[in-house]
């Protein structure tokens, strides 16, 4: 069965340094997502992807955050000067379709650690 | 803004024991609402999709229905493998390039005891 890949799996890094959070959405899907959940919180809507552009963003994702799908497989999510807040649970998604109904799959996650 | 509400935060239930998680919602209009299951440290995992009020879905132990102000999953018979948090979550279509954001509920963190 398809599924959601996200590298790493883990990721420590100094407050101020840039971290590039990585994801292979299942290969027929067209929309692409990343969420975040910090520790004891809910999951969170960070930005939505379509067509190579942003469709979408959250008042989380300021001038420090960007996407990227580089090639036709990879969908990143790059954090410029990471903040301890940063510190997280990150998940990509992917959707086949547009529409309500259109269920989002999960990858496992890299949990971010800022120092 | 919608807002997505669990309870209870936490359940502890014996094997066997069944029991029934609640998810309340204000949002403006009804466009469906997904269950996903949570294992500690990993995504989300997607269990049930309901489009409508009357809907039910099953799956294994798992029945998940919905109303217009709420959806129940009701767990039959837990086996100590069901304990996880489940996460409920309406859609937020969006406009400019399509798809949907999640918006989730907190979760209630299922614990199944033999």
């Known amino acids: 069965e398809p599924e959601v890949t996200q590298t790493p799996s883990h990721q420590v890094t100094q407050m101020g340094q840039e971290v590039i959070l990585r994801c292979v959405p299942i290969s027929n899907h067209l929309y692409f997502y990343w969420y975040r959940q910090i520790l004891g919180q809910k999951v969170e809507f960070l930005v939505s992807?379509?067509?190579?552009?942003?469709?979408?963003k959250s008042e989380i994702f300021d001038d420090q955050f960007s996407v990227e799908r580089p090639d036709g497989s990879n969908f990143t999510l790059k954090i410029r000067s990471t903040k301890l807040e940063d510190s997280a649970m990150y998940f990509c998604a992917s959707s086949r379709g547009l529409g309500y109904q259109e269920t989002q799959y999960f990858g496992p996650g890299t949990r971010l650690l800022v120092l | 803004e919608d807002q997505v509400t669990q309870s209870p935060e936490a359940l502890r239930l014996q094997e066997g024991e069944s029991s029934s998680l609640n998810c309340s919602y204000t949002?403006?209009?009804?466009?469906?609402l997904f269950w996903y299951r949570q294992d500690p440290g990993k995504g989300p995992e997607f269990l049930f999709t309901?489009?409508?009020a009357g809907e039910e879905k099953e799956k294994e132990r798992l029945k998940a229905t919905l109303t217009k102000k709420e959806s129940f999953l009701h767990i039959t018979a837990p086996k100590p493998e069901d304990s996880a948090t489940y996460l409920c979550a309406v859609p937020v279509l969006i406009l400019t390039g399509g798809g949907n954001k999640l918006t989730f509920g907190t979760g209630t963190q299922l614990k199944v005891e033999l």
């Open positions: 309901l489009y409508s």
């Open positions: 949002v403006s209009g009804l466009r469906g």
């Open positions: 992807f379509y067509n190579n552009e942003i469709s979408e």
